[in-house]
């Protein structure tokens, strides 16, 4: 008990030392964008050619044309420039929240958008195309009404979707959250093509020699506002700094912007050099080896971290549902009792019956816009993944703890042993015996599971890969290297839990006999 006292105060003093009240920094000028959307984001593992380090991603740096604007801005208020990483869905909250000053992002001023957040005027215009398979029979289309049947798509959340009504007769699919999602479907055939940006198009087309993109005429193409062709700085209501930047994005002109945009296309382009496939998975392992390694170290750390906690979240939330109290003796603790029960039932039901990644949403930027409580990423991950596998894990303790033959406790009473004596000293040994293959794979399940704190911008693996396929546009390569590392994560792991499994429970070791998960 002294142990898993002293292990919880340490985690309270780590939370307590790695949380930050909120405050305005007046010195920095905080970025939020995607970087895995070349050229206007994306990601490299140096400065070359004027990247900016990310500030929630160490090792990992920002480039292209978002970038380079943010940088003018930066030096034009006298700030210094701190680039975020965060899921295109996750940019809006974050602003709003004050984790990030401005979202800098390709994102175009739309009426929707301007209910919740400001823009700035543009920096930057782009004509739409629709990317599809050279091979294609829409590949020779010049105008958007040839494309009747075709199936369509654009990104989520955006008005690339929504201009998709204008062709008359179209295939329309559902919405796909990222442009590397779109080109794997396309590449795959799954649908004709997805409607991008120009610049976007040409990077995408460049990285992959089976695709193009067909341009439109004046007349022939979308109908489109300017607001929705044009990109702009995102900012809270009634910024400050909104005429600021205006009058900063006022000295540049359309030949300025083209400039710009050229030189990060040409930084995004292929080499030109053709390699096969695995040639190119060796090519992105080569130059993104580092990331991937980042990003491994965090999952596993997490995941180590985050199961430990989670365990003992629920082995003290079993041993207190597990306490009996006599009302005819004392009616306050009987009440007392009932009340907290209620509580802990709750907390494992909805924490057990919502999604992570909703609970992840909730706690960072609630925190951050209800709270003013600014915690990292990092931070966040261990609470969100420790909570969660807490309610798990309770029931399985529970489970373990009801296992134990009524008889010791009456034993153990009899002896004159408390409550917690008797759990500590006589059940919980026992308890854990029987629950530790349920443990190990709830360790293993949070390998996994960790993936989807990419949507509060947490640097694990899958987070990394996906900023690589989208800086690369080489995506199956790329997730193809993520899921054989994960693989290998699970499989060695699964082999230390079989060890000390045996170990532990002195049986004979048979290889493969930890399978599935609670939660999976």
Known sequence: ?????????????????????????????????????????????????????????????????????????????????????????????????????????????????????????????????????????????????????????????????????????????????????MISATKAGNIDGYVSEKPGAMSAVSANEDLTYVEFEKGKGFKTETDDTSIAVGLRKNSPMKDQINDILSQMNVKDQDKIMNEMVKLSEDDGEQLSFFGQMKAIWSEYSSLFINGIFSTLFISIISTLIGFVIGLIVAVIRKIKVDKNKNIFAYILQKIVNFILVCYIEIFRGTPMMVQAILIFYGAKQFLSIDMSTMLAAFIIVSINTGAYLAEVVRGGINSVDEGQFEACKALGMTHSQTMFNVVIPQTIKSILPAIANEFVVNIKDTSVLNVISVTELFFVSKSIAGSTYQIFQTYLITAIIYFILTFITTRIILLIEKKFTNKEFVLGSVTGGIHA
């Open 1 to 181: 008990m002294k142990k898993i006292l002293k292990f919880l105060m340490a985690f309270v003093l780590t939370f307590v030392f790695t949380m930050e009240i909120s405050h305005a920094d007046e010195d920095t000028f905080k970025v939020g964008m995607e970087v895995n959307y070349a050229p206007f984001n994306f990601s490299q593992v140096n400065d070359a050619n004027g990247a900016v380090e990310i500030k929630n991603s160490k090792g990992e740096f920002a480039n292209g044309y978002d970038v380079q604007i943010a940088k003018k801005i930066a030096d034009e208020l006298g700030k210094k420039l701190e680039i975020y990483k965060i899921e295109w869905d996750g940019l809006p909250p974050a602003l709003t929240s004050g984790k990030i000053d401005a979202i800098i992002a390709g994102m175009s001023p739309t009426a929707e958008r301007r209910k919740e957040i400001d823009f700035t005027n543009s920096y930057y215009i782009s004509d739409l195309v629709i990317v599809l398979k050279k091979d294609s029979s829409f590949a020779k289309a010049k105008s958007i009404a040839d494309f009747k049947d075709a199936k369509i798509t654009g990104q989520l959340n955006t008005f690339h979707y929504t201009v998709l009504d204008q062709i008359d007769g179209v295939n329309k699919q559902a919405a796909m959250e990222s442009f590397p999602s």
